[in-house]
């Protein structure tokens, strides 16, 4: 996020877009009707009715894949009024001729024909964004898993500057991380171009330093495969040994079958989880590890926020800190001696010196409420808004967008477009939320949402058992009848390995951030 | 004996240098431990040294005492529901508890309902005019003090102000009231709150009519308290004197202005509610609830909800399973489950990550059973809950059965 949670608050105008933020962020959620209770508009543009749209505004039902059109149309209407800002735009931007010129050809009858958004309510929510004082967007999976996810991150971030909403209180481009410390586990440079801090691998200086601080010669300088590619990779026999740690790919990759073929396909497969996931099941190897409340360490949160997160309980059996784990493992391979931690908090200190925007982090300066990023030197308090002054590479730059359709769309053969989320009683692939017998009693199979109209058009009552299929794979699973999603599209919750919804939905890449596009696929409905 | 007043201040040096008004609690602690009255103290400290961060500890040595001395306005742990599930309810263990007026209260709930045995529990009661909420105090502290959090080691509410020290010895403060219109200060169920001295535990501490700052005023609520008390005395733990009616006039005064304080909180609280019509209130509350997400949040926080098989859950049937916002039912049934015994600690709204008025909502009806039974809970383990309790003439009447 560029501001924090509790900033929310402060807001005159809030727009959520892909983001279901009162079942999957609670806690954010509470700071958005905080802001409702102080005034704010809030605008939910979603293709589902979600409890957060109930209460919005205004509620914009756009097809799945049609953010970017949307914003353009916004953008095009906030031009037309003059209610851009110039200042900001002319002090701490560039581009804006060119953004400006693309969005002049996104009318606002065009974008209703895109997106199934009623004009006027395209315009009502750019003038409600445009005109408020402090404006902040929240968004979550529902812009970025898309091939076109980083054009609608962009698009967002264009909205924002383009109306002088960044680097203030109640503004903000603020993604919504979906898992406790994803923020940290990116920061720490799981990614495959980076090193800690957002150093990137191919810049020689920055290796050669980090190389130092490690105390060995050199690191990899090439860009590593992404999940998708990796899966690809090894079903091509590329990669002939994977270790996966604290991901169930089985159940949360797009199209399942392929998964299965490629983690099948490679020699040697290792698993660390906590427990025996659909994936844990493939491995050769499965190492079991401690859990939240049986280590020590940081969580990194949405809003950049280090914590600390202190051991309560023994890891039970044989299960042990993943962090334990690697050092036991670097020492069988000989290279015990690089890593010779002894407690979380010595890792900390090492971790520092690597990343820049955790450099002023001491454990106990975090102890209590934790310090948000970047951080330079033990003085500084941490940073609550981002871009306050300037952006990280000076100006921040309009990224001219073109609306591009989603990779796979309905046609006569697959007429519906599936869209896949997470429903409030599960956690991601249930692999810990589904052994809890209280929120598996609350739900414990998938369900497909149908649109009434689609469903009584193909003669499926409400509780039925359909087939679903997509170029991919098919199922059998149950559905739900309800006016709460457009026509024309349905969804499905991907918690159950059961009744897996990523059977069917697509790797389409986006090209840039290669992330799959799990919200969009074109599926068959039929009554069993 | 019961109603007997005193000024007691601890007789030994390093507890007086310690601890606040003359340390008499810590010293009355530290003699029920060693004299084997109880097996154990159960208290509240600061976690890592931090005020806004207190957690409850249960301790068998008495030197540690002295480390939890002073009072925590920022630390409020679920004292009574740490007794029965983490305690057993003391069935099997004889343990001192510092309370405040709602913690005890609390406790004396779930004793109705054979969740706690008082029997075994010393219960050294604390006045208080109210806790404050550790994320506002610290923003607070921080922008209207214009003071570091951490650098506060002592919070003092009396006579309308609130009263900061510092760890440079500087004292800060600022009007109560003035406070409590910016939305900081007291919690908003504390500012509601009508009971500040705990006359339902066994012994009822505090700093009200005292003189000087190295003073307990301590009334006996019980004969568990009286023997505590006078044997202390005996054994030359404590230091007592007889206080004087005008310094008992002051307490009573002091306790009535924070009670008709409380009361006008009461009445501007409420009186948005009251003023509506009955389906109004109904439309009102139901689109509250249209926010909940049934996390269960205000149940498990609750500390007199018992139910090992509990109603609201997806396998009884009554709400329907899977549910977002759930059916009204779902905040309903809680509402009738706990309305009559309602203690106002304030715990659900805390809790509720959608930041619905619980505790106001609960508090309110609460207050308006407690006119029609003439009933207050949490006052005396033998007065049962009117909701749930049915009497033999109530079960004489026609058309009356228990089912």
């Known amino acids: ?528 | 004996m019961k109603g007997d007043m005193y000024f007691a201040r601890s007789s030994r040096q390093d507890i007086l240098e310690r601890a606040e008004c003359g340390g008499a609690v810590t010293s009355l602690l530290k003699f029920a431990l060693e004299s084997k009255r109880v097996d154990a103290v159960l208290t509240v400290e600061p976690k890592d040294g931090s005020r806004f961060d207190g957690i409850p500890v249960l301790l068998t040595e008495p030197a540690r005492l002295i480390e939890t001395s002073g009072a925590l306005h920022c630390a409020y742990p679920n004292i009574a529901r740490f007794i029965k599930e983490y305690l057993d309810g003391a069935f099997d263990l004889k343990v001192a508890v510092v309370v405040k007026p709602c913690d005890v209260r609390a406790i004396i709930e779930l004793a109705k309902r054979r969740q706690i045995n008082t029997e075994n529990l010393l219960l050294i009661g604390l006045n208080c005019v109210g806790t404050m909420s550790p994320a506002v105090a610290r923003k607070m502290f921080e922008d209207d003090f214009g003071i570091n959090p951490d650098d506060v080691i002592e919070e003092d509410i009396e006579d309308g102000k609130l009263t900061v020290r510092l760890v440079d010895g500087t004292e800060n403060q600022r009007d109560l009231a003035e406070l409590e219109e910016k939305g900081y200060g007291r919690r908003d169920n504390c500012r509601r709150c009508e009971i500040n001295i705990p006359l339902m535990a066994d012994i009822a501490c505090g700093k009200w009519g005292t003189a000087d700052k190295n003073t307990t005023f301590v009334e006996v609520c019980s004969e568990k308290g009286d023997d505590l008390v006078n044997e202390a005395i005996k054994a030359g733990c404590i230091e007592v004197e007889t206080p004087d009616s005008e310094a008992i006039e002051i307490r009573k005064e002091k306790d009535k202005v924070a009670r008709e304080l409380a009361l006008k909180w009461q009445e501007r609280d409420f009186a948005t509610f009251k003023q509506m019509t009955l389906d109004e209130r109904f439309d009102y509350w139901s689109g509250e609830f249209s926010r909940c997400i049934k996390c269960y949040g205000c149940r498990d926080e609750c500390p007199i909800c018992y139910c090992k098989d509990c109603y609201l859950e997806a396998d009884r049937g009554l709400v329907r399973a899977g549910e977002v916002p759930p059916e009204i039912m779902f905040p309903f049934v809680r509402l009738a489950h706990v309305m009559d015994s309602c203690v106002n600690c304030g715990r659900c709204q805390d809790v509720c990550p959608m930041g619905l008025p619980l505790a106001c909502m609960t508090f309110m009806l609460n207050r308006e059973l407690a006119d029609i039974f003439d009933y207050e809970p949490g006052m005396d383990v033998n007065d049962l809950p009117p909701l749930r309790t049915a009497f033999n003439e109530e079960l004489a009447m026609e058309g009356v059965e228990l089912r």
Not at chain 1, 292 to 317: L, M, Y
Not at chain 1, 388 to 405: D, N, W
Request: proline residues 5%; hydrophobic residues 40%.
């Open chain 1, 1 to 528: 996020m560029t501001n924090s949670v509790s900033d929310i608050a402060e807001a005159d105008c809030v727009f959520i877009i892909g983001s279901n933020t009162t079942e999957q962020h609670p806690i954010v959620a509470r700071r958005v009707i905080a802001a409702c209770e102080n005034g704010a508009r809030l605008i939910v543009a979603d293709p589902r009715d979600t409890q957060i749209a109930t209460m919005a505004d205004l509620h914009l039902s756009h097809r799945p894949g049609t953010d970017a059109a949307l914003i353009n149309g916004m953008m095009k209407v906030i031009i037309d009024n003059n209610l851009h800002d110039k200042e900001f735009i002319k002090s701490r931007t560039e581009g804006f001729d060119e953004i400006a010129g693309t969005v002049s050809n996104y009318p606002l009858d065009k974008v209703e024909e895109i997106t199934g958004v009623a004009a006027a309510d395209i315009e009502k929510a750019a003038l409600m964004y445009g005109r408020a004082g402090a404006s902040s967007i929240l968004f979550c999976l529902g812009i970025t898993q898309h091939t076109t996810g980083t054009d609608n991150v962009k698009s967002c971030a264009n909205l924002a500057m383009l109306t002088g909403n960044i680097g203030k209180p109640g503004t903000g481009v603020n993604p919504l991380r979906g898992q406790n410390n994803v923020q940290g586990a990116c920061d720490m440079g799981c990614l495959v171009n980076v090193f800690p801090g957002y150093q990137a691998v191919t810049d020689k200086e920055k290796r050669a330093n980090i190389a130092g601080i490690w105390g060995v010669e050199d690191l990899p300088g090439e860009i590593g495969l992404t999940i998708i590619e990796l899966m690809n990779a090894a079903s091509q026999g590329k990669i002939r040994g994977m270790y996966i740690i604290g991901e169930n790919p089985m159940v949360s990759d797009p199209d399942l079958n392929h998964v299965k073929e490629a983690l099948k396909a490679v020699d040697f497969l290792v698993v660390q989880d906590m427990f025996l996931t659909e994936t844990a099941e493939l491995a050769d190897v499965v190492l079991p590890v401690a859990s939240w409340a049986e280590k020590d360490g940081t969580f990194t949160n949405t809003e950049r926020r280090v914590q600390s997160i202190h051991k309560a309980i023994e890891p039970p059996g044989e299960a042990r800190a993943d962090w334990e784990i690697m050092c036991l493992l670097a020492d069988r391979m000989g290279y015990g001696d690089l890593f010779r931690f002894g407690s979380a908090n010595e890792i900390f200190d090492e971790l520092r010196k690597v990343t820049p925007q955790y450099a002023g982090m001491t454990y106990e300066a975090i102890a209590h409420d934790g310090l948000q990023w970047p951080c330079p030197d033990e003085k500084h308090p941490g940073t609550s808004i981002l871009h306050a002054t300037t952006f990280a590479r000076g100006l921040g730059k309009f990224h001219a967008v073109e609306y591009k359709p989603p990779a796979e769309q309905p046609d006569e053969e697959y007429p519906f477009i599936l869209t896949t989320g997470r429903i409030l009683f599960h956690f991601h692939t249930g692999s810990m939320s589904r052994r809890s017998e209280m929120l598996d009693s609350e739900v414990n199979e998938a369900f497909i949402e149908i649109n009434s109209e689609d469903a009584q058009k193909l003669g499926i009552k409400n509780g039925s058992m359909v087939e679903v299929s997509s170029r991919r794979g098919r199922l059998n699973t149950k559905a739900v009848i309800t006016d709460r999603i457009i026509r024309g599209v349905v969804f499905m919750p991907f918690h159950f390995a059961e009744c897996a919804a990523n059977v069917l939905t697509s790797a389409a890449l986006d090209p840039i951030a290669k992330i799959p596009e799990l919200k969009v696929c074109a599926v068959r409905v039929e009554v069993k």
